[in-house]
C-alpha cells in the first residue's frame, strides 16, 4: 500500500505548483489547466530538472509536478534533492514512462 499523505489547505489562499516536464506542450497545457483553476497558482515552470535547485529555493511550492525521464537530471534524483531541501513540499510524479521498472 501506499503512503498516504494530508495536504493542509486554508480557504482562501492558493495552492502553489511547480511544473518540472520537459514537454513544453505538456508543460505549457498543465500549466494553463492549472493556473485557471480556482485556488490553484503555477509559480514556476522548468524545463529540466537541473533548473529546480535554483527556481524552486526563489519560491518554494506546496507541490512539483514532477517528470521522470528527462534530459540531464531525470525526476527522481530531482524529487531526492527537493525532498532534502524542503521536506514540506509534495512531489507528484507524472510521467508517461515506456519502462515499468
Given at each position: 500500500m501506499g503512503k498516504t499523505v494530508s495536504f493542509e489547505?486554508?480557504?482562501g489562499s492558493m495552492i502553489q505548483v511547480a511544473?518540472?516536464?520537459?514537454?513544453e506542450f505538456f508543460r505549457?497545457?498543465?500549466?494553463?489547466?492549472?493556473?485557471d483553476t480556482p485556488g490553484y497558482s503555477v509559480?514556476?515552470?522548468l524545463s529540466s530538472a537541473d533548473e529546480i535547485s535554483e527556481k524552486i529555493i526563489a519560491a518554494v511550492p506546496d507541490v512539483i509536478l514532477m517528470d521522470?525521464?528527462?534530459p540531464g537530471m531525470n525526476g527522481i534524483e530531482a524529487t531526492s534533492i527537493v525532498k532534502s531541501l524542503f521536506p514540506q513540499v509534495h512531489v507528484l510524479i507524472l510521467t508517461v514512462y515506456e519502462d515499468d521498472d
Open positions: 489547505f486554508n480557504p511544473l518540472c516536464e520537459d514537454n505549457e497545457s498543465l500549466k494553463q489547466f492549472i493556473g509559480i514556476a515552470s521522470i525521464d528527462m
